[in-house]
């Protein structure tokens, strides 16, 4: 990678907001969304069950493939505008990823959320802020070629 389209891309906005939806999701692998129990089929026991991305097939599809989206879209500084259709589409995703961890924490007995139940709530916010800065950006360079 040139150094300096390197430093030029981790100067804007919108690339610190994917930075952070980017770790944040794969965050989520690790730490649990909520913690509860569960019973065990064909049996009356309870056991004690952590919700993290790697439980569920959807969520886990979901969660990489929003990991490698916001990886992607962070590289794709020179093209606005399918950085905002990739931020559209993560968002959509990690909105999706979040409706999931909720319906997997109803499922639970006694089931609490984590204090890392915020990292899908952040993949949002990042891809909700990316985005609203790259349409920013958008709106700026149209307005200076109207000058031109």
């Known amino acids: 990678i040139d150094l300096l389209k390197f430093s ?5 906005q919108q690339t610190l907001w994917l930075i952070l939806a980017t770790v944040a999701a794969a ?3 690790k730490f649990p969304f909520a913690t509860g129990e569960e019973i065990v089929k064909n ?3 309870k056991q004690l069950v952590e919700t993290t991305a790697a439980n569920n097939f959807f969520t ?8 490698i989206i916001s990886t992607i879209t962070m590289f794709m500084f020179k093209d606005r505008s399918m950085q905002i259709k990739l931020c559209l589409l993560g968002l ?6 979040l409706t999931l961890y909720i319906l997997e924490m109803n499922k639970l007995i006694s089931g609490t959320p984590a204090i890392w139940a915020l990292l899908p709530a952040l993949v949002v916010i990042g891809y909700f802020m990316a985005f609203r800065n790259i ?3 958008q709106k700026l360079v149209k307005s ?3 000058l031109r």
């Open 135 to 137: 349409r920013k950006d």
């Open 8 to 12: 030029t891309m981790i100067q804007r």
């Open 144 to 146: 200076l070629d109207k």
């Open 27 to 29: 965050l989520t692998f």
């Open 43 to 45: 049996t009356t026991m």
């Open 92 to 97: 959509l995703i990690a909105i999706g990823i």
């Open 60 to 67: 886990l599809i979901l969660t990489i493939a929003s990991t």
